[in-house]
């Protein structure tokens, strides 16, 4: 038996790739919706705020969902963003629409369902620029 070229052991490589990634239905929980949100800052402090999250289905595959995100925070602003799910756990990127303060970061989050079958999720933060460095947590709960 001859061995395979390597240029056929490409394309299988390859075609075994692609159709290992092609898009599936969205099967994964889905977090959409407006959350009310309690958060402790290392640098301001505690504070409140509003996070919606809305599914983009068509970018969803499987049990991981792509969202739109947004904390708005009274007093500071918006902070627009993505996020991805992976089951229970979401990476979020997020930062403030004023670029100067270098107000933006990277959080993880875990979601649980409450007693009362709304979301809930436990967010912790990273702020690489943001005042020489930042980090914080938050939690917060689906609107009613």
């Not at 239905?25 to 640098?43: A, I, N």
């Not at 969902?65 to 708005?72: K, Q, S």
Request: charged residues 20%; glycine residues 12%.
């Amino acid at each position: 038996m001859r061995p395979l070229s390597p240029l056929l052991l490409l394309a299988f490589a390859t075609a075994t790739t692609v159709a290992a990634a092609a898009p599936q239905p969205f099967t994964g929980p889905d977090y959409s919706g407006r959350y009310d949100c309690q958060g402790q800052d290392d640098h301001e402090g505690p504070y409140t705020g509003t996070v919606t999250l809305a599914l983009v289905r068509e970018q969803s595959s499987g049990r991981h969902g792509a969202y739109r995100f947004e904390l708005e925070v009274p007093g500071y602003g918006r902070y627009p963003g993505q996020a991805a799910s992976d089951g229970a756990h979401m990476a979020i990127h997020f930062a403030l629409t004023d670029p100067a303060t270098k107000d933006y970061g990277t959080g993880i989050a875990t979601f649980r369902k409450t007693r009362d079958g709304r979301w809930q999720f436990s967010k912790w933060y990273y702020e690489p620029e943001f005042k020489g460095g930042n980090f914080g947590s938050e939690t917060c709960t689906q609107a009613r």
